[in-house]
T-cell receptor
Framework: DTAVSQTPKYLVTQMGNDKSIKCEQN?????MYWYKQDSKKFLKIMFS???????INETVPNRFSPKSPDKAHLNLHINSLELGDSAVYFC????????????FGQGTRLTVV | AQKITQTQPGMFVQEKEAVTLDCTYD???????LFWYKQPSSGEMIFLIY??????QNATEGRYSLNFQKARKSANLVISASQLGDSAMYFC???????????FGQGTRLTINP
């Protein structure tokens, strides 16, 4: 009965490769997000989708491309991975409401070598 | 632009003591929501408590309570009777006016000593 599920949990890959992280939520939420947590634990929004439409793209390089096939899924594809992409990536979902908390997936630790 | 500030990078507390984690925020929007999340060493983000800007009373959830002082723009998390399992990173967050994202503070690493 996992609420927000993202896979894989760990991803180790070489520079230049292309990789994807998948995210699914079964909470009936209409908004999904990708956050990046850097080595200092700071969490920053990358993308936000509402009803499959992109509503936030926070100056993320074009190598990052989110895709939302439906309201329950938001996948993150990363092209030409760089060392600086190493981080923990969190998927989250919520209702689009000021009072709505966001529920997070377990995170994907991406290591680029 | 909204901003969340957590001024305590780390805190050490004796087990069973109460602990207060500080959070101040800055926004020009009269309507906003404030949240606290816990991130244990296993890495997941766990929602703890929510406070709405128009709520008359401070939010409480079990051992967690939120000391909301609107005039001072502070939303401190209070954990009563701390336990070893409370050791974790704690993040204060605010939802932006368009409800499009959460803005997070820098986090506070809490360590509970036996």
């Amino acid at each position: 009965d996992t609420a927000v599920s993202q896979t894989p949990k760990y991803l180790v890959t070489q520079m230049g490769n292309d990789k994807s992280i998948k995210c699914e939520q079964n909470l009936g939420h209409d908004t999904m997000y990708w956050y990046k947590q850097d080595s200092k634990k700071f969490l920053k929004i990358m993308f936000s989708y509402n009803n499959k439409e992109l509503i936030i793209n926070e100056t993320v390089p074009n190598r990052f491309s989110p895709k939302s096939p439906d309201k329950a899924h938001l996948n993150l594809h990363i092209n030409s991975l760089e060392l600086g992409d190493s981080a923990v990536y969190f998927c989250a979902s919520s209702l689009r409401d000021r009072q709505a908390e966001a529920f997070f997936g377990q995170g994907t630790r991406l290591t680029v070598v | 632009a909204q901003k969340i500030t957590q001024t305590q990078p780390g805190m050490f507390v004796q087990e069973k003591e109460a602990v207060t984690l500080d959070c101040t925020y800055d926004t020009s929007d009269p309507s906003y929501g404030l949240f606290w999340y816990k991130q244990p060493s296993s890495g997941e983000m766990i929602f703890l408590i929510y406070q709405g800007s128009y709520d008359q009373q401070n939010a409480t959830e079990g051992r967690y309570s939120l000391n909301f002082q609107k005039a001072r723009k502070s939303a401190n998390l209070v954990i009563s009777a701390s336990q070893l399992g409370d050791s974790a990173m704690y993040f204060c967050a605010m939802r932006d006016p368009g409800a499009q994202k959460l803005v997070f503070g820098q986090g506070t690493r809490l360590t509970i000593n036996p």
